[in-house]
């Protein structure tokens, strides 16, 4: 079973994407995948979960932290830093059942090996371990600091900022403009002096050939008053191999109920990736959700999207019940700020945010995109017009208690979550022709703005009108609610857009008459291959991710299912998917009616996702990288949505098995209303029983 993602060599133009993808993360902060040698030029990112930052007019986005494991080897006056040319042997190995990343570069006189983890026990600690080894007789240095010389996409984010030396401590203390007071804490450690001046260090010795110099660090995060010094003094006690067994093996479990074992190699790997990715992101303290990018980083300004409810909720659901609900306490959390959101644009109730923070009012900006050509800031209507939102909110929730059966989140603040996204698209209607209609909307596909009736907006809105309906009765602690039967009159007056002849559901009130294009002729239109497609697709059918196959795939209690050919047939050609979360939709889609080879296609699209170098970087001229947990965790929905065709009825779970050829066997566990099951294939059917081994 292959384990560890290996990338032999060195090459310039992979900086940004290996940083992404040999990302370490314990759901509080991230670590990009560079090299030590590498600075802010190169994307260095320790990013923190949940602790964000204006700098003047700019967006607010996370904040990325100073650099402990900045380091430079030396030989005879030479210094080192990878290029494409200098090195005899370089790899990066990630190990992604343990989740740390080593590093190995041989040069002409030295070698230098590393090994990196962020800690899953102690999630502060930052804890490296920096080897160079001397190929031959002579003089070897090693200059090391903590970069305070930060990454950043809008910032500078630490209006003040100070690195002092003290009894052993490199602190940095910081002073976000947003007045946090940010602390992390460094000491090194090695057998040999280690030489300090002003703020920089160094070791210096002279080696024989063979011989080597070894230098630890520890590094601490402090936001609130953690005593760090006493932190680090026991981890350094406790040594770096020790520390290192421990947070492995702390990470190898989370992998026990979240595995789904497949018997095609590749693919298997590719899952395996996809799954570390959202490991990574799971802290069993942190209330935050995960952001849209994880902690790869300050794309999409850290900020959290219907990604998770749609996407990684049902993966946390199945196999970490617990987190699943920490991920939906956020939405209770932050209902302040949809609440306020939604004043904001005079109507009641609560209007999450398309791109939510710390408070969840909305973060994003109104000129979402730039141009490529000219850098003017480009209007766009993301925030306005995704109304959606909110009921994906409200049918993660009802998901979320169907599955675990655990209605106490109603109690702690679920239910008020529910009423005031119902109460919201209540007061969203227009009224016309004795129904109730969603104007000048935008669907999941972001291509096409203020449209009416948009076929995912309404019937989510109706499903969230369900929703509240079958929870009334929880609604008692909130003071005089609309009356039920005002609700289930206002629900059945929802216009709601019905299969044609051909049996296919118009994304849109005039998606049909739109010209006639696809994707491809769309993006030969641009006259930049940066330039954002949105503004050429809108008067087309181009679409740029799943919409109403999102639809048919995310309420299969809609009973569409003799209609799902003729939705995909039609749709699918029209599909850029220029939103990874696309892939998996349509791949879950092409199970159900047996296109096999497009199911694992798409599926393999998704989970391969992180691993290739030649993402889509820019949307406009605005740099989107980072890593993709929604599309990671929508590998995991084709597998068990679409491969085997999981669903939930009336608190009974169905399978429908419809494997590709690639694929005979799936093996995964699943929690379902507190209990854990084992499942797999037997004799084509879905076999699953209680798993003793809780
Ligand atoms: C997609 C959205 C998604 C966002 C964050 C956009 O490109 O169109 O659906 O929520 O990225 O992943």
Redesign the pocket.
Known sequence: MKKILTKNGFNQKDIVSFGNMFLLANGRYGYRGTLEEFDKTDMVGLNVLGLYDRYQDKWRESINLPNPLHYIPCFNGKEYKIDENNYINHHLKLDIFKATLSRYSEYDNLIISSKRFLSSVNKNLLVHRYILKAKEDGQYKIFFNVDTDIYEINGPHFRKKELKYDNGFFIFTGKTNEGKIVKTYTKYVSNETIIINKNQCYVSKRLQKGHEICVFTYSYIALGDEDAVNEINNAIVTGFEELEMEHSLNFEKKWETARVEIDDEEAQFELDYSLYHLLILEDKESYHSIP?RGLSGQT?KGAV???TEAFILPFFTLSNPSFARNLLMYRINTLKGAKKKARSFNYQGAFYAWESQDDGTEQCSKYNVTDPITNEPLRTYFDEKQIHISADIVIAFDRYINFTGDYSILLDGGINVIYECVKFYISRATFRNNQYHFDDVMG?D?YHDGVNDNAFTNYSIYQSMNILIKYYQYTNTIKNPISLKKIKKFKDLIYLPKPNKKGIIEQFDGYFKMKDIHPEEVKNMRKNDKEYLGFIASKTKTI??ADVISLLVMLPELGFDKYFKANYDYYLPYTEHG???SSSMYSIMASKIDDNDVSYRLFRKSSGIDLGTDQKMY?GGIYIGGTHP?SNAGAYLSVIFGFLGMRLNDDKISFDIHLPKQIKNIKFKFYLKGRLYRAYIKDDTLVYEEDDNL
């Open positions: 849209a999409y999207f219907w990604d999941p972001e740029k991710q939103s990874s979360l949307a929604a």
